[in-house]
Nanobody, 120 residues
Framework: QLQVVESGGGVVQPGGSLRLSCAGS????????IGWFRQAPGKRREEVAC???????FYADLVKGRFTISRDNAKNTVILQTTGLQFEDTGVYFC??????????????WGQGTRVTVSS
């Protein structure tokens, strides 16, 4: 059964960067869409980026130009490179695997999340 595990979170100053990883096990991530979501304290979870199985990226307006989603199929991993982090980017970041190729497909598998804190 496919599982995904996030890593790479931490504490960073405003303007800093973090490289978040979503590693798959029990199945390949290559043939399915992978999304990154975040949940800020007291707020609902929101999607920030997605990569289709064909590696077409999509970004929420709030992160466009600052975050980059990419795939390392050899490592069965999807990366979210974050730059220019702001206080509002603080939250728990989750990756999710879809049940199909597209970012519009249903999210079927979720990780436990990795915490990102932007603090001065």
């Amino acid at each position: 059964q496919l599982q995904v595990v996030e890593s790479g979170g931490g504490v960073v100053q405003p303007g800093g960067s973090l490289r978040l990883s979503c590693a798959g096990s029990g199945g390949t991530l290559e043939s399915i869409a992978i999304g990154w979501f975040r949940q800020a304290p007291g707020k609902r979870r929101e999607e920030v980026a997605c990569s289709t199985a064909e590696k077409v990226p999509f970004y929420a307006d709030l992160v466009k130009g600052r975050f980059t989603i990419s795939r390392d199929n050899a490592k069965n991993t999807v990366i979210l490179q974050t730059t220019g982090l702001q206080f509002e980017d603080t939250g728990v970041y989750f990756c999710a695997a879809a049940n199909g190729h597209d970012c519009s497909d249903q999210w079927r598998t979720w990780g436990q999340g990795t915490r990102v804190t932007v603090s001065s």
